[in-house]
């Protein structure tokens, strides 16, 4: 999460006085990725620890109009809005395939 195109004023100050993300490569392509140790130092450099949490969820889209979907904001619940998917030793999953040995923490919900 980088700050450089952030506003620099009293009402948008960046949480973190630096950028704490790092590319890395899986497989074939290149994506911005943060460890969880580096979230929660993010986090406990975060201005404001009495901030309410939120996530996005997203439900799946029915009939013509939503297509796609819709996302809203909701208060963030650990029970609902976090999913931890362990890939490794995973048999299925081929060495080159960009999940191979794969370990995600996912916050929010998709497809409540």
């Not at 960009?98 to 923490?105: D, H, M």
Request: hydrophobic share 30%; glycine share 8%.
């Amino acid at each position: 999460m980088s700050n450089e195109n952030t506003p620099q004023d009293e009402c948008h100050r960046p949480a973190v006085g630096g950028p704490v993300e790092r590319m890395v490569r899986r497989g074939e392509r290149r994506e911005r990725t943060m460890k969880v140790r580096e979230l929660v130092q993010w986090l406990a450099a975060f201005e404001d620890q009495d901030a309410e949490v939120e996530v996005v969820q997203h439900s799946s889209g029915s009939g013509y109009y939503e297509q796609g979907g819709t996302a809203s904001v909701v208060k963030f619940d650990p029970a609902e809005h976090a999913d931890y998917t362990d890939l490794r030793g995973n048999p299925h999953i081929k060495p080159d395939a960009p999940y191979f040995e794969a370990r995600t923490l996912l916050l929010g919900e998709m497809n409540a």
